[in-house]
């Protein structure tokens, strides 16, 4: 089931636009600027919810991104690539980074050059960290939060359909990261109260918990 899923998104269901949509949404590098546009603007300008978001986000991805990588030494799991040829999509190279949104990305087959160019498949750290960034957006803000679920869901197909990861890695890393999530916000939110209410007592009486 898994290699059949697969071979479907990664050689089947494919089209030049979606070609360029999921290389572009997979690929951090292109949205680092933004990203630190909005850290830097949440930072400054929001209130306590705004910066309390921020921090545990950041706590979070830290832990999980240390977590994917032990787990990924740990199983040891290849790649799609790393088995069989599948159809990859390479952007081209541009300065400064978005500029590849504008340009047609290469389509080729892997072979025995990409083997040991990336590390184990399970679990996926593109699905893990933006699991991660769906949780607490939806805990920290509810319904405004929610919609950051649909670019979750959109970059873990797109690690299949680039050829980069099973389905099942996906949907694996899903609820692991969901799991980890919770446990690191739930553990965050009582050095809060335990912290919060010692140190700072009248911040803690207008915010007693770190997330509600």
Not at 167 to 176: E, G, K, V, Y
């Amino acid at each position: 089931m898994d290699q059949t899923i697969f071979h479907l998104i990664n050689r089947q269901w494919t089209n030049p636009a979606l070609d360029l949509f999921m290389a572009s949404i997979s690929n951090v590098d292109i949205w680092k600027p933004l990203l630190a546009l909005i850290i830097l603007i949440a930072v400054v300008f929001g209130r306590f919810k705004a910066r309390a978001c921020i921090l545990s986000l950041l706590v979070c991805l830290l832990i999980i991104e240390q977590m994917t990588g032990f787990l990924k030494s740990a199983i040891d799991r290849p790649r799609p690539k790393q088995m069989q040829s599948v159809r990859l999509v390479q952007l081209q190279r541009t300065h400064p980074e978005f500029l590849t949104l504008f340009h047609r990305p290469t389509i080729r087959f892997s072979d025995e050059s990409d083997r040991l160019r990336s590390g184990p498949s399970f679990p996926s750290g593109h699905m893990a960290d933006n699991t991660a960034i769906a949780s607490c957006l939806t805990l920290f803000y509810r319904r405004r939060g929610a919609p950051y679920w649909l670019l979750t869901l959109a970059i873990g197909y797109s690690r299949i359909y680039l050829g980069a990861h099973w389905p099942s890695d996906i949907f694996a890393t899903f609820f692991l990261a969901v799991g980890e999530t919770l446990l690191i916000l739930a553990l965050l939110d009582a050095i809060w109260r335990f912290a919060a209410r010692k140190w700072v007592p009248h911040l803690f009486q207008r915010h007693p918990s770190l997330i509600v």
